[in-house]
């Protein structure tokens, strides 16, 4: 008779039991909480064992053959299985060499991603952690996610943090709001997930309550299927790009039929006058109006009139979903909605006003833990080190060291990395133009990457050490907008010889003599313990009262005190003065002061429409006539479990789905199920095609995170045959303020691929050989 055995987990998709059989074969549980459990849980099963796990310490042969230096055959040459005393030791002593000789400003401590839910096991603390206690690290600002309207928005309104984790909660839009209007719509694929683990899925249930209670949805995107078809809807299929075009030519009808509210503008936001002038045209001779709107978005003008002329009437609540924010000048997309919602006055209302990320990530409009409760966390300490890049300028970085760039205000210089450490997260994912960034992976002496799998990110490092993945060590899992804590309770054994990040780092801290600095002699049962019982001890001093660790371990799950009534900015509607804001002048800026004095051409002193290169209406469209959206996957979480079966179920033909209109399609004969090739002057991917009407003509959709797979290794420029978009994306920022990702929007052309179908060959690992040289 088979015994089974039930552990506690979380994954940033889903809480969930994990059924362990004694064969090793494990079945998910959701949480018995959750309403509507994600489909990417599916992915788990499969790739726990799955062939392209790292099983051991592994060394790039040309790094152990010749030693560190810039080299153009990573990605190419086989791997050399060692011991993990002698990685070990090469690893302490290149650390040596490296701080030794050049200064911790030559260490690159790469870390983004979203890695494992577990709060001790959190890959970017632990590496973080790990090197603040050598001497600290170049480290990265921002998000690839939401970078420019992060920057611009703690600028004008208010911070992110404040926007995602106090923004106003579902259940105040559902009593008070009449009309939802979401610029990016509201996917339900991206609420499946919250950073930091999502325990109950509710969005849908929300939207359901809101559209019996009559809230009318109207939403702008190119993707019909970006706003469920259960609340009936308006959708208006905008050209990629032209939103903020659109919100101009709403604020020019409500400017011209005197529809804004003046009192609130002058009461609660400075710089009205000169976004008015703008608006009108007084300077520029062109007026915003919503047929100038219409000519660059395909909205018809009366469509865009008779929506300014309805939210005038009605208690509305503005979104814009982190995907507008992702391309050329994506700053303009969250201030304009800023200013659209400041012109209806309704900010603080409840129910009204402005949203930025609802439909991103589950937790925004979620509700949240009592303010001062927190959560346990494991201190990274202090990096001394105070270069930074913005993340998303990392092939800049690496090919340009000592170059000049902007941010923010501040004029910077890239540092001159010797060596790159990376845990956590897979940049051949994340970053823009994949040719150009294996390039630059070639620039640094050293790469080291932990990884649980043989990624893209993997296949180019030097040194590999083989991480756990969360279902085989222990941990503490939530997020601060979720109404649980979660014991992570260990379900396998570690995969052959992997270790966890924090096994892996206090080795190498001893070897280095920072044993006792990095671990404060505690191993992963002591660090639980002690940082639960900190963190109880806490809110006990708050009033809240916690079981112990061990009642808690025993339980699996915590239920901790739960807010779920916000109404963002209702304060400083009633006192603005009382209750300022974080801004400049302490009110929403319309026009900004500072942002003019930086004098960026690229990003002006109020919101403005700005044409970019990525368009349908642009120069480059004649050569390559089709806008390709790289958005989130539907099947996994970024990059994450792309072997998973969820993930590999919705392949076809072994490669990433890419939708086309019919009418594309049939122009280019393209049958539904064909693999087709995806170029343009920057790269070319092979995927397989899906003709649907869910998008508009001129537009194809092609979801971000397969794994990369060149079809000649050796060969940068070499076609993607499973097909990543990021070959064909724009590496540059999204102005001189933000410097964030462009990725969502690039132009393309496709083909069908007439040729023989390469072999995908990343589903497998890298070869390796023995020390003998045998393959």
Same mark, same amino acid.
């Given at each position: 008779m088979t015994s089974r055995t039930l552990r506690s987990h979380l994954s940033h998709w889903g809480a969930f039991d994990a059924e362990v059989s004694d064969a090793g074969n494990v079945k998910i549980h959701p949480f018995e909480h959750d309403p509507d459990p994600s489909p990417l849980l599916d992915n788990i099963p499969d790739s726990v064992r799955h062939a392209t796990r790292v099983a051991q310490p592994m060394v790039r042969a040309g790094w152990l053959e010749q030693g560190p230096g810039p080299t153009d055959r990573r990605g190419v040459g086989e791997f050399v299985p060692v011991s993990w005393d002698e990685v070990i030791d090469l690893l302490s002593a290149e650390l040596r060499r490296v701080y030794g000789t050049y200064g911790p400003e030559a260490v690159f401590g790469g870390s983004y991603g979203w890695a494992s839910a577990g709060r001790f096991h959190h890959a970017q603390s632990q590496i973080h952690r790990f090197l603040n206690t050598l001497g600290g690290y170049v480290g *990265?600002?921002?998000?690839?996610?939401?970078?420019?309207?992060?920057? +611009?928005?703690?600028?004008?309104?208010?911070?992110?943090?404040?926007? &995602?984790?106090?923004?106003?909660?579902?259940?105040?839009? #559902?009593?008070?709001?009449? =009309?939802? #209007?979401?610029?990016?719509?509201?996917?339900?694929?991206?609420?499946?997930?919250t950073n930091g683990g999502a325990f109950r899925h509710r969005i849908p249930d929300f939207l359901q309550q809101a559209r019996q209670r009559g809230m009318e949805f109207v939403y702008f995107s190119p993707l019909r299927d970006d706003m469920t078809d259960t609340v009936a809807a308006t959708w208006h299929p905008v050209s990629p790009g032209s939103d903020v075009a659109v919100m101009l030519g709403l604020a020019h009808t409500l400017l011209s039929e005197g529809l804004h509210d003046r009192a609130f503008l002058d009461r609660y936001c400075v710089g009205f006058e000169r976004l008015e002038r703008y608006i009108l045209g007084l300077d520029d001779g062109q007026p915003k109006s919503a047929e100038w709107a219409g000519s660059l978005s395909g909205v018809p003008a009366d469509e865009i009139r008779a929506l300014s002329r309805k939210m005038a009437g009605q208690r509305v609540f503005i979104t814009t979903t982190w995907s507008l924010q992702r391309q050329e000048f994506g700053e303009q997309p969250?201030? =304009?909605?800023?200013?659209?919602?400041? =012109?209806?006055?309704?900010?603080?209302?409840?129910?009204? @006003?402005?949203?930025?990320?609802?439909?991103?990530?589950?937790?925004?409009?979620?509700?949240?833990?009592?303010?001062?409760?927190?959560?346990?966390?494991?201190?990274?300490?202090?990096?001394?080190?105070?270069?930074? #890049?913005?993340?998303?300028?990392?092939?800049? =970085?690496?090919?340009?060291?000592?170059?000049?760039?902007?941010?923010?205000?501040?004029?910077?210089?890239?540092?001159? +990395?010797?060596?790159?450490y990376w845990a956590g997260g897979n940049p051949f994912h994340h970053h823009q133009n994949i040719p150009r960034l294996r390039r630059a992976f070639g620039r640094p002496e050293t790469i080291v990457v932990h990884d649980p799998y043989w990624t893209s990110t993997a296949r180019h490092a030097d040194v590999v050490i083989p991480s756990t993945i969360s279902l085989e060590r222990n941990d503490l899992g939530g997020s601060p907008n979720e109404a649980y804590l979660a014991a992570m309770q260990q379900a396998f054994p570690p995969y052959q010889q992997s270790r966890s990040d924090y096994d892996a780092f206090s080795d190498l801290a001893s070897a280095l003599g920072m044993g006792a600095a990095f671990t404060e002699e505690r191993d992963e049962a002591a660090w639980l313990r002690h940082l639960y019982e900190s963190?109880?001890?806490?809110?006990?001093?708050?009033?809240?009262?916690?079981?112990?660790?061990?009642?808690?371990?025993?339980?699996?799950?915590?239920?901790?005190?739960?807010?779920?009534?916000?109404?963002?900015?209702?304060?400083?509607?009633?006192?603005?003065? !009382?209750?300022?804001?974080?801004?400049?002048?302490?009110?929403?800026?319309?026009? *900004?002061?500072?942002? !003019?004095?930086?004098?960026?051409?690229?990003?002006? @002193?109020?919101?403005?429409?700005? %044409?970019?290169?990525e368009w349908l209406r642009g120069k480059r469209a004649a050569e390559f006539p089709l806008l390709m959206i790289a958005n989130n996957p539907k099947? /996994?979480?970024?990059?994450?479990?792309?072997?998973?079966?969820?993930?590999?179920?919705?392949?076809?033909?072994? /490669?990433?789905?890419?939708?086309? &209109?019919? %009418?594309?399609?049939?122009? $280019?004969?393209?049958?539904?199920?064909?693999?087709? /090739? +995806?170029?343009?002057?920057?790269?070319?991917?092979?995927?397989?095609?899906?003709?649907?009407?869910?998008? $508009?003509?001129?537009? +194809?959709?092609?979801?971000?995170?397969?794994?990369?797979?060149?079809?000649d290794p050796s060969d940068p420029e070499s076609m993607c045959v499973h097909g990543n978009p990021n070959m064909l994306t724009l590496d540059a920022g999204t102005s001189s303020l933000a410097q964030g990702c462009v990725g969502q929007h690039t132009l393309v052309e496709v083909e069908r691929w007439k040729d023989e179908h390469p072999r995908v060959k990343v589903l497998e690992p890298p070869p390796t050989r023995d020390v003998r040289g045998a393959v």
């Open positions: *990265s600002v921002d998000s690839y996610s939401h970078a420019a309207g992060s920057v +611009i928005l703690r600028r004008v309104l208010a911070s992110s943090e404040l926007l &995602h984790n106090l923004g106003t909660n579902w259940n105040t839009l #559902i009593n008070h709001t009449d =009309m939802l #209007i979401c610029f990016g719509g509201l996917p339900l694929k991206n609420v499946a997930v969250p201030w =304009m909605a800023v200013a659209l919602a400041a =012109m209806l006055g309704q900010i603080g209302l409840p129910g009204g @006003g402005y949203g930025f990320g609802y439909g991103s990530v589950n937790r925004v409009g979620n509700g949240r833990i009592p303010d001062g409760l927190g959560l346990p966390v494991l201190r990274q300490g202090v990096n001394p080190v105070k270069r930074f #890049i913005p993340v998303a300028r990392i092939s800049d =970085m690496l090919l340009n060291p000592g170059a000049e760039f902007d941010y923010d205000g501040g004029r910077y210089t890239y540092p001159d +990395i010797r060596l790159v963190w109880r001890e806490k809110a006990l001093k708050k009033g809240h009262q916690f079981p112990d660790f061990d009642r808690f371990w025993a339980e699996g799950y915590l239920q901790l005190p739960y807010n779920e009534s916000a109404n963002l900015f209702s304060e400083f509607r009633v006192d603005p003065d !009382a209750n300022a804001l974080k801004t400049p002048s302490g009110k929403i800026e319309l026009f *900004s002061e500072t942002i !003019a004095g930086f004098g960026y051409e690229d990003c002006p @002193g109020h919101p403005t429409w700005q %044409e970019p290169q099947t /996994r979480l970024h990059s994450q479990l792309d072997v998973g079966k969820y993930s590999q179920d919705s392949k076809v033909q072994g /490669r990433e789905p890419v939708r086309l &209109h019919p %009418e594309d399609a049939a122009s $280019r004969g393209i049958s539904d199920g064909d693999v087709v /090739r +995806i170029y343009n002057d920057r790269g070319s991917l092979l995927a397989g095609a899906v003709v649907s009407d869910e998008l $508009r003509p001129n537009v +194809i959709q092609l979801s971000t995170g397969a794994w990369y797979d060149p079809l």
